[in-house]
């Protein structure tokens, strides 16, 4: 069964920094493509970053470009989103995906004075 | 505004069929494949179609999906009451460099 697991959400104010991470099982983590993809409160779901298998092509949202960095480690079969100088419109629940295998719970960022 | 057209809501009664599109255009459904998602009240969203008309492991044959040129579908048939959720159309877009998602369309099972 394919799990992905995020953590690292919280409360963080403006110009602030969060890592978020995803621990993946169930599949062959190093096979896929992996994205993170945002979800604003009462809004639709939001492409933010995606990364090769291999990590060395990575794409991101215009709006995150220069502020946000998506990585991975095959060797832990895990997936992080360091995310800088964070705004509120940044605020979401971040979701953890392989976009044609599963989904995680998601881990809630909210961006606040 | 999403680069992807979805109708912001569908409806039907138990047992029907109901399709919902997802427009697009050549940089994006009209050159690459489309996946669909199903996304329950509360809950995070779950795979429902991948590559068109592909369904995981689990996803009942009452869901399918097509498409056709710049133009992605899913039909839902036999509609059940837990059938009702958000559905989301998704895709790469050659132009932005980057996956792109519908708006969203809200099922509700009268």
């Known amino acids: 069964e394919v799990q992905l697991v995020e953590s690292g959400g919280g409360l963080v104010q403006p110009g602030g920094s969060l890592r978020l991470s995803c621990a993946a099982s169930?599949?062959?983590?190093?096979?896929?493509?992996m994205h993170w993809v945002r979800q604003a409160p009462g809004k639709g779901l939001e492409w933010v970053a995606n990364?090769?298998?291999?990590?060395?092509?990575?794409y991101y949202v215009d709006s995150v470009k220069g502020r946000f960095t998506i990585s991975r480690d095959n060797a832990k079969n895990s997936l992080y989103l360091q995310m800088n100088s964070l705004r509120a419109e940044d605020t979401a629940v971040y979701y953890c995906?392989?976009?044609?295998?599963?989904w995680g719970q998601g881990t809630l960022v909210t961006v606040s004075s | 505004q999403s680069v992807l057209t979805q109708p912001p809501s569908a409806s039907g009664t138990p047992g029907q069929r109901v399709t919902i599109s997802c427009s697009g255009s050549?940089?994006?459904?009209?050159?690459?494949?489309a996946n669909w998602y199903q996304q329950l009240p509360g809950t995070a969203p779950k795979v429902l179609i991948n590559?068109?008309?592909k369904r995981p492991s689990g996803v009942p044959d009452r869901f399918s999906g097509s498409k056709s040129g710049t133009s992605a579908s899913l039909a839902i048939s036999g509609l059940q009451s837990e059938d009702e959720a958000d559905y989301y159309c998704?895709?790469?877009?050659?132009?932005?460099?980057?996956?792109?998602f519908g708006g969203g369309t809200k099922l509700t099972v009268l």
């Open positions: 995906a392989s976009l044609s295998v599963g």
């Open positions: 169930g599949f062959t983590f190093s096979t896929y493509w």
């Open positions: 990364i090769k298998e291999d990590g060395r092509e990575t």
């Open positions: 050549s940089s994006n459904i009209g050159s690459n494949t």
């Open positions: 590559n068109n008309n």
């Open positions: 998704a895709t790469w877009d050659d132009s932005l460099n980057g996956w792109v």
